[in-house]
């Protein structure tokens, strides 16, 4: 079949602007992307930069961004992407610096990884024999255990496009994983340095992690699963916990979100500037006929959601 | 006829007046007739499952339960109901146990969920049970020349699986298609799928605004004359603060408006733009309204002015009363942590209760509860004024 490649490319060596180059080259009916970007550095463009090992989406080396979206391209067959022969365009990872062409400089994603210490922390001495876990404790673990590091969350991640300081998906997520390994004692160390330090509030909770992870890792799940925990433990003086437990009970009072009163609870009772600042929103909205916020909606009979509320959060413990 | 059970949200019911006046008209003007599922609760919008998955999903499935029982597909105007809503009916469908576990919770209301229910956007139905063809029949006016960027919201594109994406391949692309029937051009942007950043505008508000500033900034610049959204939360986030984004993070002026896909709708199906709400803007859609229209009438005939005033005044008094509170409280507070260290204040806040008034920090708590109970009178007052 006939393929169609827009490339992107970029040598600051060479002081190149970054630009589109295209090929077109005929791939066997089960390509993927990668075996046509390998085909095209071996017969039509050697100068042609980019990172693969694995070839089976097992090494992680050959994220990069198709047609917008990242992908492991050893595992993305071209006919799936463009099955009418359609122009393909191919860019490296973002959020990440470029080396030169589709090859990305993952050291940020190192950092980051090494930020939230990636390794067991228990209190006592080694065991005699092995750490014992049980199966159940370790179970909902394995898809997390996943991760082969490609990037490819942290590269379309919509919170770390406006902040590079936050810790992003696949770390996050690898914290997690110690977070809620059994055999891990600093459980409790590591939310606390995760509710700040652009942790585990930052996430937008956007799902583009969940969605182009190869893995199912899920890391937006496994944040949220931390936000949690770090509530249980203790952890309140976020108004990321006060504006989830404000929605919580606007939920339970009148079955419907009630924005003013969130607005208020979260940014807190005691944070002067942030509520001039909200008064001046509010009066904005009032002026153009948005009246309703400070009149919510109750939904009829919110008794029995009210009932609801209580008693499955309270069953929660 | 088509009948729907209609899932309006919160946000079309409260701080999106003009989403849920608009569309009421375009739907009339479609031949949907709608029954409005008002004993429904809110989704959650994500909040609320990050804190209890199970909560949300009872709450979800309960509303899916009515629709179930008056046989109807519901129809949703947001997106955010309608990621959350499938991503609760995706769970169920998949997991026979689980939803028997959600529906051993609904059965004291009466209700059993069975798994028949659709969701879908307006957007969804446009292309999928109506049709462009038939849509394009109630449009009477072109809007060539005018360039629309789509803003999806996250949730009507993400994640996939929930959404019926591989049975229904061209919902990936559905707002581009409906911009394109009215004679529109679309302005393609990289943030059309993107986060528009409310979720985060309460908690970090410096990045939530740099997403508004590069999304519109983004439209802006490649030739949008407005931005279309079938999201309401988006909307809230693009439009009323994009003014403060633009500023801080561009320097320039907000001044792209963002519009509901049935303001879009109603448009271009001739409707006046008073009728759809186009001065309930921040953003002001004045020149953009007189560019389609001219002439015609753009404010809304039903402006509350005397809820406006007493609103204002008594949202003003409120909040002088608050920040009188919050100084008295700013001492205390320090006291407090001074005496008892960093955690102690949270602590007592969060286990007041009315009943013991014996130390300091549960006078404290007596008093933020008699706030928000002031809040709760205030409101009822007002309600039962109009
Ligand atoms: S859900 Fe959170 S972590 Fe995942 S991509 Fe979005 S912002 Fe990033
Ligand atoms: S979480 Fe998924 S997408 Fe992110 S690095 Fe790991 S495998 Fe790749
Ligand atoms: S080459 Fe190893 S994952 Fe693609």
């Known amino acids: ?317 | 006829m088509k009948k729907y059970a209609f899932y309006p949200g919160c946000v079309a019911r409260g701080g999106a007046p003009e989403l849920y006046q608009s569309s009421l008209l375009v739907l009339d003007k479609l031949g949907i007739e709608t029954i409005e599922l008002d004993k429904a609760a809110c989704t959650g919008a994500g909040v609320l499952q990050e804190k209890n998955q199970k909560l949300g999903d009872v709450l979800n499935i309960r509303t899916l339960a009515f629709a179930e029982d008056m046989n109807l597909p519901i129809i949703t105007i947001c997106s955010t109901c309608q990621g959350v809503m499938s991503q609760a009916n995706h769970r169920v469908l998949k997991n026979p146990e689980y939803l028997e576990e959600i529906n051993s919770e609904l059965r004291e209301e009466g209700l059993e969920y069975k798994g028949s229910t659709e969701v879908k956007h307006l957007l969804w139905i446009l292309i999928e049970d109506i049709g462009l063809n038939e849509l394009q029949k109630t449009f009477k006016k072109e809007l060539k020349g005018f360039n629309f960027a789509p803003f999806y919201g996250c949730y009507i594109v993400r994640p996939s699986d929930a959404l019926g994406f591989s049975e229904n391949p061209e919902r990936q692309h559905s707002l581009d298609m409906v911009i394109n029937s009215t004679g529109a051009s679309v302005t393609d942007f990289s943030g059309k799928t993107k986060c528009c950043g409310f979720p985060i505008l309460l908690i970090n508000q410096k990045n939530s605004l740099k997403m508004v500033s590069n999304h519109t900034g983004e439209a802006k610049d490649k030739g949008a004359d407005a931005m279309v959204t079938p999201c309401p939360l988006c909307h809230l986030n693009l439009d009323g603060y994009q003014g403060k984004a633009r500023k801080d993070n561009r320097g320039d002026k907000g001044d792209l408006p963002i519009i509901h896909l049935p303001q879009l709708l109603g448009l271009a199906m001739g409707i006046e733009p008073y009728r759809l709400g186009f001065a309930r803007h921040i953003v002001s859609t004045k020149d953009f309204i007189s560019s389609i229209s001219p002439g015609e009438r753009y404010s809304d005939p039903q402006n509350f002015n005397v809820a406006m005033l007493l609103g204002m005044i008594g949202f003003g008094s409120l909040i002088f009363a608050l920040i009188t509170a919050i100084a008295a409280f700013f001492i205390l507070r320090a006291i407090l942590i001074y005496e008892w260290g960093d955690n102690s204040f949270t602590h007592y806040i969060d286990t007041c209760s009315f009943e013991n008034i014996f130390i300091i920090g549960k006078y404290i708590c007596s008093f933020l509860e008699v706030t928000e109970k002031v809040w709760d009178w205030g409101i009822s007052i007002l309600t039962s004024l109009f």
């Open chain 1, 1 to 317: 079949m006939k393929a169609v490649l827009d490339v992107k490319r970029f040598d600051p060596e060479n002081n190149s602007k970054e630009y589109f180059q295209k090929y077109e080259l005929e791939v066997e009916e089960s390509s993927t992307i990668l075996d046509a970007l390998i085909k095209i550095r071996e017969d039509l463009d050697g100068t042609l930069a980019l990172r693969c090992s694995c070839r089976a989406s097992i090494c992680g080396s050959c994220g990069m961004r198709v047609n917008g979206s990242a992908k492991l391209v050893c595992k993305t067959r071209l006919v799936d992407i463009a099955p009418e022969g359609e122009k393909v365009q191919v860019e490296p990872l973002g959020n990440m610096p470029i080396i030169k062409d589709l090859v990305v400089d993952m050291n940020p994603f190192w950092n980051k990884v090494q930020q939230v210490r990636p390794f067991m922390m228990p209190n006592n001495t080694e065991p005699e024999g092995e750490y014992i876990a049980s199966n159940e404790s370790m179970t909902h673990l394995v898809d997390v255990m996943n991760c082969i590091m490609c990037g490819a969350c942290v590269s379309d991640c919509t919170a770390l496009e406006v902040d590079e300081s936050f810790i992003g998906p696949a770390a996050l997520a690898k914290a997690y994983r110690f977070v809620a390994d059994p055999r891990d004692d600093k459980s409790k160390d590591r939310l606390k340095y995760l509710n700040k330090n652009s942790g585990v509030w930052d996430c937008t909770r956007c799902y583009a992690c969940v969605e182009v992870c190869p893995k199912g890792v899920a890391p937006m799940e496994r944040i949220m699963k931390m936000r949690d925990l770090a509530i249980e433990e203790g952890f309140k003086n976020t108004s990321g916990y006060r504006h989830t437990k404000s929605f919580v009970n606007s939920v339970g009072k009148s079955g419907r979100l009630d924005e003013a009163r969130l607005a208020l609870t979260s940014v807190g009772f005691f944070n002067v500037f942030g509520l001039i600042d909200l008064a001046f929103v509010g009066l904005k909205a009032l002026v153009k006929g948005k009246l309703p916020p400070i009149l919510p909606h109750k939904a009829r009979e919110s008794e029995n959601i009210k009932k609801i509320v209580n008693k499955i959060e309270r069953g929660k413990g």
